[in-house]
């Protein structure tokens, strides 16, 4: 299993972006795929999940009511798409993957994939 993320970069406050994280080797269906963060001296928290069922998970507390987690299995891709961004949501973003149920914490996903980072200018 290999998961390759993208789409981070310097922004403004308020400004919006969507994260790709292309997955290969797995049967995409059969996965939940998740988006963590680790901001810098911080440690790493669960941000939003699409669950191998099509259901969506999204933390209480990171990103709430302003980032969408979605997916598209034909190219095995979940995306995160996050707006009204503050510089607290500065961090590097990582992709996970779990076959079928994962809890929202990471020791759940066996799968990572390398973190694109997200810095966001007040």
């Known amino acids: 299993v290999q998961l390759q993320a993208f789409g981070g970069g310097l922004v403004q406050a308020g400004d919006s972006l969507r994260l790709s994280c292309v997955a290969s080797g797995l049967t995409f269906d059969d996965y939940s795929m998740a988006w963590f963060r680790q901001a810098p001296g911080k440690e790493r928290e669960f941000v939003a999940q699409?669950?191998?069922?099509?259901?969506?998970?999204y933390s209480a507390d990171s990103g709430k009511g302003r980032f969408i987690v979605s997916g598209d299995n034909a190219k095995k891709t979940v995306y995160l798409r996050m707006d009204s961004l503050t510089p607290e949501d500065t961090a590097d973003y990582y992709c996970?993957?779990?076959?079928?149920?994962?809890?929202?914490?990471?020791?759940?996903?066996?799968?990572w994939g390398p973190g694109t980072q997200v810095t966001v200018s007040s």
């Open positions: 996970a993957a779990a076959q079928g149920c994962a809890t929202p914490h990471a020791p759940s996903y066996p799968y």
């Open positions: 699409l669950t191998w069922n099509g259901g969506t998970m």
